[in-house]
Nanobody, 124 residues
């Protein structure tokens, strides 16, 4: 069983930055595709970014491309989401997810393990 714990959420003004972290209870983080998803009130959970297992190819939703960056530190078993130029529409609960030997799929159902989420609020 893989446990994922997100941190780093909070309140920020539009145009500001936050870095989310996801600590994974795994020995070999590079064996997992890791994804970030978000869910705003009344909306479905949506894909934000992912990094594939192995070489770590990255993928982004069009809405965050150029503003968000996903990365991982295998030694710390931690995945990060650097969020810059934040907009009010980025307000949501952000979830980290893991997919063993995954390719970085953007589908919610592709991921086997999920964290509890961290709230991000962006004020205008």
């Amino acid at each position: 069983q893989v446990q994922l714990v997100e941190s780093g959420g909070g309140l920020v003004q539009a145009g500001g930055s936050l870095r989310l972290s996801c600590a994974a209870s795994v020995l070999t983080l590079s064996s997992y595709a890791m994804g970030w998803f978000r869910q705003a009130p009344g909306k479905e959970r949506e894909f934000v970014a992912a990094i594939s297992w192995g070489v770590g190819k990255t993928y982004y939703a069009d809405s965050v491309k150029g503003r968000f960056t996903i990365s991982r530190d295998n030694a710390k078993s931690t995945v990060y989401l650097q969020m810059n130029s934040l907009k009010p529409e980025d307000t949501a609960v952000y979830y980290c997810a893991a997919d063993p030997y995954g390719l970085g799929n953007n589908a919610v159902h592709s991921y086997d393990y999920w964290g509890q989420g961290t709230q991000v609020n962006v004020s205008s």
